[in-house]
């Protein structure tokens, strides 16, 4: 029997978004529509595809802290073409062991993993 992913990608922009951005003026980070603007997301409970836009190196920690409610996000994930496999880059677990901590350029697709109803909205509009 094969198992069913839990990966879903039914994310659905927000309307005005109710994520707020971490305080403290870090690099922007957008979290980008079909149209590659800046927008707020809905998350659903589970995994949702999102695509960010962040300077290289941004730590996926400051990604994660774009959600709301805090706490919400459990892992964030992406797709690595080359293994044909999924990348582990956070965990609110921060003793769980990861593939890599940082966004690799300047647009990325990764799989944010939340334990209920979310939302995620851009910094730097």
Known sequence: MEASSPIR???TPA???SGGPPSGGGPAIQVLD???LPSAMLL???CNQATIGSPANTPLASIAALVSPDGAVVAIWR???ATK???SGYFAD???PTDFALTSGAEGSYFICVTADASIASTGQ
Do not use: C, K, Q, S
């Open 9 to 11: 990608t039914t994310a």
């Open 15 to 17: 309307a005005g978004g």
């Open 34 to 36: 079909g149209a590659g």
């Open 44 to 46: 659903t409970a589970g």
């Open 79 to 81: 797709f690595n073409n």
């Open 85 to 87: 496999g999924y990348d």
């Open 94 to 96: 921060r003793a769980a």
